[in-house]
């Protein structure tokens, strides 16, 4: 039989976990950081899509597209990808998402959204997905 635990041994105050992540020819480093859960099913959440079929069924996509990037965007602490400034430098007003692509090369933008995906731990929910399809 299992050891009696205290409950206040699941007692914690959670510090959300963030990262610097350098890219050769800016100074300063990118900065992200994990999000919540609770902050990862609204951003979930909103880009659900729900549709209801002739029958009366209703499906719910989710757009993997969009939530990737959404997860990058809400992820990013440094720069703000929001400020007109930069985006004014890159001509991509409005466009946080299109700021960030001009901004880094198709291999950096790839290595930073792997760091976000470590951080969050959504690549290991994935890793452990693939052994379980595997076996």
Known sequence: MAEQVSIKDFLRKRQMA???VKFKGFPAPFVIQEITNE???KLQKSVTKITKTRSGQVTQNMDQDKYAKELILD???QPDLNSEELQQFYGTLADPYGTLKKML???E???LIQEVN???GVDEALDDKVEDAKN
């Open 18 to 20: 963030t990262k610097e």
């Open 39 to 41: 902050e990862n099913e």
């Open 75 to 77: 992820s990013v602490i």
């Open 105 to 107: 090369s198709i291999g």
């Open 109 to 111: 933008l790839t290595a």
């Open 118 to 120: 470590k951080l969050s």
